[in-house]
């Protein structure tokens, strides 16, 4: 079965540091993985995702994530974070050996950038 | 392009009422998909459509639920009678054809059953 881990409830980094938002996959064949925005009151906005190709994917808002097969891993990643980033991130996995459409959501990291 | 269109943004009724939610998917998209999001279980599909036609509706809690999608453009998630363990965000989301292609979500209707 497919899951999603994100094993922080929340990311704390100040404005200008690197900030990292962990996340791990399990399927049975192979993933494409995805990232998600939230913000107060608003849907899910898609940040990125992997589907082949090149280890690293860049995305919006200078965002960036890096698939790693071995580790099973998709961490989202930002050079210098804005205190506009605080919000809601979701990681999310579909197995590609799967015909199903379904996306599956990890927990939500809520990352907090302090000024 | 507007996006995933819902309606309401905003729902309030009491124990027992019908409610019924609605969708307007991004123009040209063939898949829809509504999802709940709660505090104690996340991002949870209910439901997803294909061309029109459900394909997966094992996210539907019971059957107090129900969707419906008559056209490429419209698609109803109907609860009836309503339970305050019903009170969630509800997003309606839609995408292209593809097993990589992204899905678009909507702003979510915010429902509580009193």
């Known amino acids: 079965a497919q899951s999603v881990a994100q094993p922080e409830d929340q990311v704390n980094v100040a404005e200008g540091n690197p900030l990292t938002v962990k996340c791990t996959y399990s399927?049975?064949?192979?993933?494409?993985l995805f990232w998600y925005v939230q913000y107060p009151n608003r849907g899910l906005q898609f940040l990125l995702k992997?589907?082949?190709?090149?280890?690293l994917v860049k995305g919006s808002y200078g965002f960036e994530a890096e698939f790693n097969k071995s580790q099973t891993s998709f961490h989202l990643k930002k050079p210098s974070a804005l205190v506009s980033d605080s919000a809601l991130y979701f990681c999310?996995?579909?197995?590609?050996?799967?015909?199903?459409?379904?996306?599956?959501f990890g927990s939500g990291t809520r990352l907090l950038v302090r000024p | 392009d507007a996006g995933v269109i819902q309606s309401p943004r905003h729902e309030v009724t009491e124990m027992g009422q019908e409610v019924t939610l609605r969708c307007k998917p991004i123009s040209g998209h063939d898949y829809l998909f509504w999802y709940r999001q709660t505090m104690m279980r996340g991002l949870e599909l209910l439901i997803y459509?294909?061309?029109?036609?459900?394909?997966?509706d094992s996210g539907m809690p019971e059957d107090r639920f129900s969707a419906k999608m008559p056209n490429a453009s419209f698609s109803t998630l109907k609860i009836q009678p309503s339970e305050p363990r019903d009170s969630a965000v509800y997003f309606c989301?839609?995408?292209?054809?593809?097993?990589?292609?992204?899905?678009?979500f909507g702003p979510g209707t915010r429902l509580l059953v009193l």
């Open positions: 399927v049975s064949g192979n993933p494409y």
């Open positions: 992997y589907i082949t190709g090149d280890n």
């Open positions: 999310a996995v579909r197995d590609i050996e799967g015909s199903s459409y379904k996306l599956i």
């Open positions: 459509f294909n061309n029109n036609v459900p394909i997966d």
């Open positions: 989301a839609s995408s292209l054809r593809g097993a990589g292609e992204t899905q678009y």
